[in-house]
């Protein structure tokens, strides 16, 4: 069905008795139960074009039926105990940061509002530190830094993520590169489970533990599907004494991509974003403005740590792109993208005060053998098939690891079709080719913003059949009346 009709859903799988559910939630959690129309419309969804392109226009979208502010995963227990009883969907909610429609109540039912549950402990010794669910990503990371510490993380979203929307989309911030993405920093989870179970994992080191299959991540990227994540433990690091910034140019795309895989065979920045020449000089809504006088492709580094280990990295990283065509262009422009990084996430630079363009993310990864060509196919298909909307694409390549990397190719339909149906239909176009050029070629068709309601029906092209067989057995067992987040990840 398409994401079109979200207004028009039906909800036949889903019918209860709402004024008995409310009081039974009331007794529940008193009057942290809310069903006025005002508080449900901030629930309708995330900040994904989807919802905001149906705010712009008018369009009707599902509301959840009631919205309930649970402090303890004991509350939370008891909320779905009483939602299973009456087959009620549960759509867990953080900050609502999410970009591909996961929070969206398609059927109505309950809402559960996390950002009650925002408590956060420190374990120095053991360099970990445990928080709720609902503790925003800056608030975490500015306690963090207050004790000299840091877990690394700077996503995009840090001003309204929350700890259990991060681990159940597989976040992942600008230094992942050197410190891990999301699923890379949790050591151990509390979850309550569909049928109102608590499960609470040991905590243990990354990498350890010849115990089986780890449970931990099971419900990391499972976006509210399997369960509600209400804790977690992360690891921790010393905040950095020093960061050194490093910017070079390149007269093509291809000589900045070599270097980036030779620099990370050898050294391992906490920041590298290779931008390619339409980021750099054509795109109307460029991420970054680059110096003056700079053509063709951009890369900016950023290394961190202690004494001598920052500038030697850099000295490496600099032979490399000077071995490979690129010109060394000073510290200020790493250093300004890295103080300036969030400003076009919000008005009057982000995308969405441009409603109502069409816009979108095409985040994927791949091995370095494919990724280059994966963004090569799906560009050159993008522009030959919607050229005729004055579409743009503007990419970077960046949260790499030691055999691959992303890029994030970001497209803007500059002339869209008037008609809503047409213009939603369009988009789901436009990204139906990248995830499916994106498949054939062996990539993955997301690297860190999640699945939700948009890429679901794409999941068995990444699993295959067998594979999304697997993880519906395993949704069925979890969640027998299939009430946690119906309709996500193509689950």
Not at 303 to 328: H, Q, T, V, W
Request: aromatic fraction near 10%.
């Amino acid at each position: 069905m398409s994401n079109s009709s979200l207004g028009r859903r039906g909800r036949a799988h889903y019918v209860f008795d709402k004024d008995l559910v409310y009081e039974r939630l009331r007794d529940l959690l008193g009057d942290r139960v809310n069903r006025e129309e005002h508080i449900r419309h901030s629930y309708v969804g995330d900040t994904g074009w989807l919802t905001l392109y149906h705010a712009f226009k008018r369009i009707k979208a599902p509301l959840p039926d009631i919205v309930v502010f649970p402090k303890n995963a004991e509350e939370i227990s008891g909320i779905l105990k009483v939602a299973n009883e009456f087959r009620v969907p549960v759509i867990p909610y953080g900050g609502g940061s999410g970009v591909w429609g996961g929070t969206i109540p398609l059927y109505g039912g309950i809402v559960v509002d996390m950002k009650l549950m925002n408590n956060i402990e420190i374990n120095e010794e053991a360099m970990t530190v445990t928080a709720e669910a609902g503790v925003l990503s800056y608030e975490l990371e500015l306690k963090l830094n207050e004790r000299g510490l840091t877990m690394g993380h700077y996503p995009a979203s840090m001003f309204s993520a929350t700890v259990g929307g991060m681990l159940a989309a597989r976040s992942s911030g600008v230094a992942s590169t050197k410190y891990g993405k999301i699923e890379d920093m949790v050591l151990g989870l509390e979850v309550v489970l569909p049928t109102g179970e608590i499960l609470r994992t040991p905590v243990k080191p990354r990498y350890t533990g010849a115990v089986g299959p780890d449970l931990v991540q099971l419900f990391v990227g499972s976006e509210g599907t399997l369960g509600i994540i209400t804790r977690a433990t992360f690891q921790l690091h010393l905040l950095p004494e020093k960061r050194i910034f490093s910017a070079f140019s390149f007269r093509s795309l291809e000589d900045g991509y070599r270097s980036v895989v030779k620099m990370l065979s050898r050294v391992t920045p906490a920041v590298v974003r290779l931008y390619d020449e339409e980021e750099v000089m054509r795109s109307k809504f460029k991420t970054y403005t680059p110096p003056e006088g700079v053509r063709g492709a951009l890369l900016l580094l950023i290394f961190d740590g202690f004494g001598e280990m920052p500038e030697l990295e850099e000295k490496i990283a600099r032979e490399i792109c000077l071995e490979n065509g690129g010109s060394y262009i000073g510290d200020e422009p790493a250093r300004k993208w890295w103080n300036e990084r969030f400003r076009h996430y919000y008005p009057p630079l982000s995308p969405s005060s441009n409603l109502p363009m069409i816009y979108g993310t095409i985040d994927v990864a791949a091995t370095f053998d494919k990724l280059l060509k994966i963004y090569r196919a799906v560009k050159e298909a993008l522009y030959s098939r919607y050229g005729d909307y004055q579409l743009q694409t503007a990419a970077h390549f960046s949260h790499w690891s030691k055999s691959g990397g992303m890029v994030y190719l970001r497209f803007y339909v500059l002339d869209p079709p008037a008609d809503p149906e047409k213009a939603i239909k369009l988009r789901e176009d436009i990204i139906e080719t990248a995830i499916k050029i994106t498949a054939q070629m062996g990539g993955i068709i997301n690297d860190h913003h999640g699945v939700g309601l948009d890429l679901g029906r794409y999941m068995e092209l990444q699993h295959g059949p067998i594979g999304m067989d697997t993880l519906r057995r395993i949704k069925k067992v979890l969640d027998p009346n299939g009430i946690m987040n119906p309709g996500k990840l193509g689950l």
